[in-house]
């Protein structure tokens, strides 16, 4: 990517990515819907943080080079800007390809005393991956996530949109197994609910599920 | 005392979040009473209320609202912290999820009385559906003319917008979550006295007022039933004003949200929260991950208030409040707080990056076995050093649970370290290691 990042010239800050070095892959949609979010703010470095979600969306779930590019150049942001936001959030994928479904288990406090690092390492055999990693088939993703805040429900696990908990074994299988057999890549699913709820209901595109 | 449900009183009831359910539950009374109030005499009902930020940090509210400029040069804006995450902490989730209007009303009236312009809700990344449940709520006050252009035919006017988080705990810092509004890696910012108070100077270089939810829904009763009457709740404590929704999770029988008066005793809200299950109680760290831990002696003594829990060198912080029983392990206890903190840090600052890290590999040592003498000592150093000397207080937070640990349970460490493993040997505690 290192073509991207383009210092400029004599103390000029470092320009964003221009189009025609770029593979530009936002849908309609999604320009529709970064032009909206760009009314909520004064201006347009704010809206990378959305942006980059509207981006998550779009690129299957993983911010590779080419979804930090394309944000940067869409909000006239320099590369380098857009990636140091992205790679601070942990909710951006921007390591690796998390694949269809990512499997967050709290291990924090309340579910560490109610036996999360069980669940997790029953994960973890269950689908041969360790933590942070992907299955070969793309599948599943586990990773073990700092507290969710539903300490009630301990232990916790949430995938895309939806939390469960308390969750043993056996529910653990259940899940995985309807997570298997579902169409929706939940990754993706999360990045377009948190773009849709940002915006007012004249600007959304898609709809809340 | 008993719960005495205010902000979550139509918490089971469903209909309370469509707006016709929430004006017939008396909903929006208290806007459409501050409207027709002048500006400051809202803001002087706050302060009569006594209402102290419920995020942790107690601060007066009115304080806050007053301190935005009376002249308006430039746009102000209200921001609404909701991006809970203190382990421990799920109260907020549960007033978004089940009383989206009420927190609605209530940063709108909070618009009103500093003259804002714009209000953002920045809720984490992982609050789906508290955002789903305040953005229909949204969109139909939006619909009713309670949000937008001449509210209640009035010339006040304001948006209101959800923006979320995307994985972060330290943007749950005032400053922090003000860079991350504006489009930053979320890192707090130098504060007051060195750099202008954000209700001068806040996002965006603009007056801004910033509250958590829970402060935002106490507002519209505030208005609606008079600052006076809200002062009458909790008056036994010292300071202390309203009620308070805590957070009761760990092992207990009946885990979740309980509110209560302030000046509650401690005992009484696990009493509420079903009794400690699993056997004996503990240790309890009465106010999220952060806040000091305290013994069962002092549990049957506490009263919940921000003065009276500094009496049992503990605080009411978040209201994230976990019980353990007896074959907890503190020393895993203390282990697993001090990764949360150095996952969370942000790396801004070296004193916290690098301390929090380095208490990190003391505990990985003792839990594995090789804990050296005097590792006590030094972890009580570290967390000294690292102590009041960041920006922000994810140092102070990450220093005082662990130094709490040491001085409340110096045998249990002493155990690890001569021994090499627990000296809770139960079963149930066993299942614990990672």
């Known amino acids: 990517m290192s073509e991207l990042i383009q210092l400029g010239s004599h103390n000029e800050r470092p320009m964003p990515p221009k189009a025609d070095e770029l593979n530009l892959r936002f849908s309609e ?55 140091g936001v992205a790679t601070f959030y942990s909710m951006y994928n921007t390591v690796h390809n998390p694949g269809k479904h990512k499997i967050e288990v709290c291990t924090c406090l309340s579910c560490h005393f109610n036996s999360a ?93 | 005392m008993a719960e005495y449900k205010l902000l979550l009183k139509h918490s089971d009831d469903p209909a309370t979040q469509t707006l016709a359910g929430y004006k017939k539950a008396g909903g929006y ?39 935005l400029p009376k002249e308006k040069v430039k746009p102000h804006y209200v921001l609404c912290n909701a991006d809970e995450g203190e382990p421990g902490t799920f109260k907020d989730k549960m007033l978004m999820e089940t009383a989206p209007f009420q927190l609605i009303e209530g940063m709108t009236i909070a618009g009103f009385a500093v003259q804002g312009d714009v209000g953002y809700i920045y809720i984490r990344g992982e609050f789906i559906d508290a955002a789903k449940a305040l953005r229909k709520a949204i969109d139909e006050a939006y619909a009713n003319n309670l949000l937008g252009k001449n509210i209640l035919g009035t010339d006040f006017s304001y948006d209101l917008h959800i923006h979320l988080g995307a994985g972060s705990y330290e943007c749950g810092e005032e400053s922090a979550l003000m860079s991350s509004l504006m489009g930053e890696r979320g890192m707090p910012r130098l504060k007051f006295p060195h750099a202008p108070l954000p209700t001068v ?42 009620t308070k929704i805590f957070s ?50 002092a549990v049957d003594v506490a009263i919940i208030g921000y003065e009276e829990m500094g009496e049992v060198k503990s605080m009411v912080g978040s209201g994230g409040c976990m019980f353990f029983n007896e074959h907890t392990d503190i020393v895993m206890l203390a282990w697993r707080t001090a990764h949360f903190y150095a996952n969370e840090s942000c790396g801004k600052c070296t004193p916290c990056r690098e301390g929090t ?72 505690a066993l299942a614990l290691v990672p």
């Open chain 1, 117 to 209: 690092y069980r669940i997790r390492d029953y994960v973890s055999k269950k689908l041969g991956i360790k933590n942070g990693e992907t299955t070969a088939d793309g599948m599943f993703m586990l990773e073990e996530v700092e507290c969710l805040n539903a300490c009630d429900r301990a232990p916790v696990v949430q995938v895309g949109d939806r939390y469960f908990g308390p969750v043993d074994e056996k529910s653990i299988d259940a899940l995985l197994e309807e997570l298997r057999a579902s169409e929706e890549s939940t990754v993706v699913k999360m990045a377009d609910q948190i773009v849709q709820v940002q915006l007012k209901a004249e600007e959304r595109v898609g709809t809340i599920r």
């Open chain 2, 357 to 428: 890290r380095w208490m990190v590999q003391i505990m990985d040592r003792i839990v594995a076995g090789n804990g050296q003498k005097g590792d006590m000592e030094l972890l009580t150093e570290v967390a000294n050093n690292v102590e009041g000397r960041s920006f922000c207080a994810l140092g102070d937070a990450a220093a005082w649970p662990i130094k709490a640990f040491i001085r409340q349970f110096p045998e249990e460490f002493e155990y690890w370290i001569e021994h090499g493993k627990s000296p809770v040997t139960s079963k149930e």
């Open chain 2, 248 to 297: 009761v999770s760990g092992h207990v029988n009946k885990p979740g949200n309980y509110e209560i008066e302030f000046g509650t005793p401690l005992k009484e809200l696990l009493e509420m929260a079903g009794g400690v299950k699993g056997g004996k109680l503990k240790a309890c760290i009465p106010g999220g991950s952060s806040m000091p831990v305290i013994k069962p002696d």
């Open chain 2, 29 to 67: 009374s208290g806007l459409a009473k501050a409207l027709k109030m002048e500006r400051q005499a809202v803001i002087d009902e706050v302060k009569t209320s006594g209402l102290r930020g419920r995020g942790g940090a107690g601060f007066p509210s009115w304080i806050k609202w007053n301190g």
């Open chain 1, 29 to 83: 949609q999604a320009i529709k819907e970064l032009e909206g979010l760009k009314t909520h703010y004064p201006n347009l470095k704010a809206c990378i943080l959305p942006g980059l979600w509207i981006a998550q969306r779009e690129y299957g779930g993983f911010l590779d080079g080419d979804a930090i590019a394309e944000v940067a150049h869409r909000l006239s942001r320099s590369y380098a800007e857009v990636q």
């Open chain 2, 201 to 242: 100077s806040g996002v965006w270089e603009r007056p801004t007022l910033i509250n958590n939810v829970e402060s935002y829904s106490c507002v519209p009763h505030i208005i609606d039933k008079g600052g006076e009457w809200y002062a009458t709740l909790g008056a036994s404590t010292k300071n202390s004003r309203g």
